[in-house]
């Protein structure tokens, strides 16, 4: 199959043309994956498991926002995302890793590279404000922050973070090649933030839809798969607060995610078994 043939004018003496070609191989080589199999061929075969990373956000020295429960973030992430756990484990084809499953340090950084490879990437969050009005659920993905608000959550969420280097030395080629990767991670990601959103929207119908909304985590940002960050909630305002740190509260919010992610597992299971296709094929 041939690939799709690139005409770009490049200052003279650039290497930008060696990039063209590597961005045309890629592509290509993306069309041969999606290509369906005709049905009964040896690469009929079944979807491997869905492995999904979920972060408890915080843990050990890390207490997180402390709200009107007088109950530390830490401890409410850990029981949203070990009920997030039991649930898809009830789920065929799906396999779980947990950055943490008990009160210890992980340093930001760390968190993105637990359990590769896998196929998404989910970091669990309590909200807070220095008012008390503040209500409501709201997904992340990374990207510049949509507004004021989605800034400051990351700056909050960021404070332990240590940003990383460069992706590679200046070089032309890992840039354009990273562009073409970010560029397919951050669309995953937005899909499985709106599934996930949506999902917590119907689990919990009284809590205020914060929608989905952008801005620049470090566990996002570092993530090699599509990624968001849930805030459930705000741990500050006087009822939410006071939910948050119910169980029965928790499990609603845990079936909402858990809803989320198995939509998204169904709207993609296409693509993945593309790839499986592609390297049985090759």
Not at 63 to 83: D, I, S, W
Not at 128 to 145: C, D, N, V, W
Not at 182 to 211: D, F, I, K, T, Y
């Amino acid at each position: 199959m041939n690939g799709p043939r690139f005409r770009v004018r490049f200052p003279a003496g650039s290497g930008a043309p060696r990039l063209v070609l590597l961005a045309g191989c890629l592509l290509a080589g993306a069309g041969r994956l999606v290509q369906a199999s005709p049905a009964g061929s040896p690469a009929d075969t079944a979807l491997p498991p869905l492995r999904v990373v979920l972060d408890p956000g915080h843990g050990g020295l890390s207490n997180g926002a402390v709200g009107v429960a007088g109950v530390p973030e830490k401890r409410l992430t850990l029981q949203l995302a070990l009920g997030v756990r039991d649930l898809l484990l009830r789920e065929a084809g799906v396999e779980v890793v947990m950055t943490r499953d008990q009160d210890v340090d992980l340093d930001l950084g760390q968190r993105p590279r637990v359990g590769q490879p896998a196929d998404v990437f989910v970091s669990l969050h309590m909200n807070a404000a220095p008012s008390p009005q503040p209500r409501g659920i709201e997904t992340y993905f990374f990207g510049p922050a949509s507004d004021p608000g989605a800034f400051q959550v990351a700056e909050r969420e960021n404070a332990e973070a240590v940003d990383p280097g460069p992706l590679a030395d200046d070089s032309d080629v890992a840039e354009i090649l990273a562009d073409l990767w970010r560029v397919g991670v951050q669309m995953r990601s937005a899909q499985l933030a709106q599934e996930v959103q949506q999902g917590l929207a119907q689990a919990v119908p009284g809590a205020v839809n914060r929608g989905v909304r952008q801005a620049n985590f470090a566990v996002l940002r570092l993530s090699p798969i599509p990624a968001i960050v849930v805030e459930a909630g705000f741990l500050t305002h006087p009822q939410e607060g006071k939910r948050l740190a119910d169980p029965a509260y928790l499990d609603r919010l845990a079936r909402g995610i858990v809803q989320g992610i198995l939509r998204y597992a169904r709207a993609t299971a296409r693509e993945r078994q593309a790839m499986v296709t592609g390297r049985q094929v090759h």
